[in-house]
């Protein structure tokens, strides 16, 4: 091995280990500098800095995290589910809000769902034509009003994002026959086709190129 390729892959290992690195302190950085601007909203008679003779950095996440939980938690009663029906009225009049906190809403309603309403499983599914196959989500069972008009049985929805938005994609009906179920998470599928395909998940045993072409031929590994 020559010196340059030696120095290019250490190189190209060291880059790989401190970008992501580098990456996620500036953004936990950022964060931290951007929550500690909350506890502007406090009197200056409660703010932390007054008490303490130094700044504690955190302080202000800390104080996000509170406020989020209790107005949860407020909003869960009869009075703050009639306060936020109000508020969303008056934003839906508005034209141009009205779209951005709705995709907003259905987004982050997309990504904290739980049960029914989550995505259940990755699977593969020929799209956008016969001998592609492009990754899905199965979101739940079909409609009835379309199984019962498409008079092909059983259905299950399956939205098929687009790379690197999974936000946006394409929500498609089929048979579970037509779908190839994969046994990577939910979690592994979303990076999957955020990266493009460049971050895989690991490969679970005898699903290797070289396994599978065993399996098929029925060779073994030459020595």
């Not at 969303?88 to 997309?110: D, G, W």
């Not at 739940?140 to 999974?166: D, H, M």
Request: hydrophobic residues 45%; proline residues 7%.
């Amino acid at each position: 091995m020559s010196w340059n390729h030696r120095i290019r892959r250490h190189f190209m290992t060291g880059l790989l280990v401190t970008l992501p690195l580098g990456l996620t302190l500036f953004i936990l950085t950022a964060l931290v500098r951007f929550s500690d601007k909350a506890l502007r909203i406090l009197p200056s008679a409660y703010h932390p800095d007054s008490y303490l003779s130094f700044h504690l950095p955190g302080l202000g996440l800390l104080f996000t995290l509170i406020l989020i939980y209790i107005i949860g938690l407020l909003f869960e009663h009869l009075l703050g589910r009639r306060l936020l029906a109000f508020w969303e009225n008056v934003l839906n009049r508005i034209p141009l809000v009205r779209s951005v906190h709705t995709a907003i809403k259905q987004l982050l309603e997309t990504l904290f769902s739980q049960g029914d309403q989550s995505f259940r499983q990755v699977v593969l599914i020929e799209y956008p034509r016969p001998g592609l196959q492009a990754v899905g989500f199965v979101t739940g069972k079909g409609c009835s009003e379309i199984v019962k008009k498409a008079n092909r049985g059983a259905l299950v929805t399956v939205f098929i994002p687009t790379t690197p938005n999974p936000t946006s994609g394409f929500l498609v009906m089929v048979s579970e026959s037509d779908l190839i179920p994969l046994e990577m998470s939910v979690e592994d599928g979303l990076k999957l086709v955020i990266s493009g395909g460049i971050v895989t998940p690991p490969e679970p045993k005898g699903s290797s190129v070289q396994e599978i072409g065993q399996q098929q031929t029925g060779g073994t590994t030459p020595a």
